[in-house]
T-cell receptor, first 114, second 115 residues
Framework: AQKVTQAQTEISVVEKEDVTLDCVYE???????LFWYKQPPSGELVFLIR??????QNEISGRYSWNFQKSTSSFNFTITASQVVDSAVYFC???????????FGKGTLLTVNP | DTGVSQDPRHKITKRGQNVTFRCDPI?????LYWYRQTLGQGPEFLTY????????KSRLLSDRFSAERPKGSFSTLEIQRTEQGDSAMYLC?????????????FGPGTRLTVL
């Protein structure tokens, strides 16, 4: 069974700081999918990124970047120059080989203070 | 595209009552999922449909829970004889399986409180 660990329960930073959210996964599947979602105070989960296990290229999207390393089973998420609007709970997870059943970590609450 | 919608957004009920939630997926999405999220936890998979067929149910889904997706469009999740432990946010998501990609888009959720 899949297991996803987000060791950081809460992180607090000051605006414009860079912040990295850690994610470690365990899976026995050879093909799997990793993802990140954001859950702002409004409650709706917002999709950020989905990555296939065979694609280890890092991804950059504006102020967001993701570092996928199979050797350490990690899929970390970095926000550069954080903003107050980035305040949310961020969930990492994987779908194993099922391609439909998402297993989420417990989330990291990020608070960006002005 | 219009996003996933869920109704109602909030439901307060007394223990022992039955409740039903509705989810309308994004148009043309053939897969629909239900998850449950309790305070301080990530969402947990409950069940999913491909078109009208319910293909998997989690062990979390006791006999008191039933989900349907008639005609492969909207879906309903019914909880019979509610218990206080059923209090949670019930999330619906939908996706369209194309070329091996299957990104799930979530609705706003229905928050259930069982008194």
């Amino acid at each position: 069974a899949q297991k996803v660990t987000q060791a950081q329960t809460e992180i607090s930073v000051v605006e414009k700081e860079d912040v990295t959210l850690d994610c470690v996964y365990e899976t026995r599947d050879t093909t799997y999918y990793l993802f990140w979602y954001k859950q702002p105070p409004s409650g709706e989960l917002v999709f950020l990124i989905r990555r296939n296990s065979f694609d280890e290229q890092n991804e950059i999207s504006g102020r967001y970047s993701w570092n996928f390393q199979k050797s350490t089973s990690s899929f970390n998420f970095t926000i550069t120059a954080s903003q107050v609007v980035d305040s949310a709970v961020y969930f990492c997870g994987d779908s194993g080989g099922s391609n439909y059943k998402l297993t989420f970590g417990k989330g990291t609450l990020l608070t960006v203070n002005p | 595209d219009t996003g996933v919608s869920q109704d109602p957004r909030h439901k307060i009920t007394k223990r022992g009552q039955n409740v039903t939630f509705r989810c309308d997926p994004i148009s043309e999405h053939n897969r629909l999922y239900w998850y449950r999220q309790t305070l301080g936890q990530g969402p947990e998979f409950l069940t999913y449909f491909q078109n009208e067929a319910q293909l998997e149910k989690s062990r979390l889904l006791s006999d008191r829970f039933s989900a349907e997706r008639p005609k492969g469009s909207f879906s309903t999740l019914e909880i019979q004889r509610t218990e206080q432990g059923d209090s949670a946010m019930y999330l619906c998501a939908s996706s369209r399986l194309t070329s091996g990609t299957d990104t799930q888009y979530f609705g706003p959720g229905t928050r259930l409180t069982v008194l």
